[in-house]
T-cell receptor
Framework: AQKVTQAQTEISVVEKEDVTLDCVYE???????LFWYKQPPSGELVFLIR??????QNEISGRYSWNFQKSTSSFNFTITASQVVDSAVYFC?????????????FGKGITLSVRP | DVKVTQSSRYLVKRTGEKVFLECVQD?????MFWYRQDPGLGLRLIYF???????EKGDIPEGYSVSREKKERFSLILESASTNQTSMYLC????????????FGDGTRLSIL
């Protein structure tokens, strides 16, 4: 069975600090996809990144970076020089391709608060 | 740009009422999903649909049903609302079977009194 664990439930940092959000996943599939979504107070989930299981290259997008390590089944997300606008709930998710369908399994989310 | 519209942002209903949550998309996506989000539990899949009149149970379908009579609209129905169905409900869409990210609506915060 698929599982996504986000062990951190709430993180609070002061603006300009770096922060890392952890994500550990379990799957028996050899082909799978990992996602990070951001949910600001407005409620809508905003897609941040997708990574497939064959691409272990780390990715950087501005202040955001992602570290994918298959050896530890982790897909961690780092925000550098955090800002108040980064305050949100962040979800890690695992996509399983099942026959003709696909199923997304979410972690429980991490609430990040960035204080001025 | 992709647009997923949920009919209400906030809804208050009473125990035993039949409740309809509506979701409309404008991208001609085949797949639509209903999730509920609860603190400490993340998002859990209730039902999904891969085509008009097609539906599949998700992880927590009990107490819910769905309807998809047209491609652009996916309705979640609480046949007889109960207080434990107080939650945030999120609709999402996806083109094809694909590995693209799902697109989410703003959510409906439903309170059952």
């Amino acid at each position: 069975a698929q599982k996504v664990t986000q062990a951190q439930t709430e993180i609070s940092v002061v603006e300009k600090e770096d922060v890392t959000l952890d994500c550990v996943y379990e799957t028996r599939d050899t082909t799978y996809y990992l996602f990070w979504y951001k949910q600001p107070p407005s409620g809508e989930l905003v897609f941040l990144i997708r990574r497939n299981s064959f691409d272990e290259q780390n990715e950087i997008s501005g202040r955001y970076s992602w570290n994918f390590q298959k050896s530890t089944s982790s897909f961690n997300f780092t925000i550098t020089a955090s800002q108040v606008v980064d305050s949100a709930v962040y979800f890690c998710a695992l996509l399983q391709l099942t026959g003709a369908n696909s199923k997304l399994t979410f972690g429980k989310g991490i609430t990040l608060s960035v204080r001025p | 740009d992709v647009k997923v519209t949920q009919s209400s942002r906030y809804l208050v209903k009473r125990t035993g009422e039949k409740v309809f949550l509506e979701c409309v998309q404008d991208m001609d996506h085949e797949n639509m999903f209903w999730y509920r989000q609860d603190p400490g539990l993340g998002l859990r899949l209730i039902y999904f649909s891969y085509d008009v009149k097609m539906k599949e149970k998700g992880d927590i379908p009990e107490g819910y049903s769905v309807s998809r009579e047209k491609k652009e609209r996916f309705s979640l129905i609480l046949e007889s609302a109960s207080t434990n169905q107080t939650s945030m409900y999120l609709c999402a869409t996806l083109r094809d079977r694909g590995v693209q990210p799902q697109h989410f609506g703003d959510g409906t915060r439903l309170s059952i009194l």
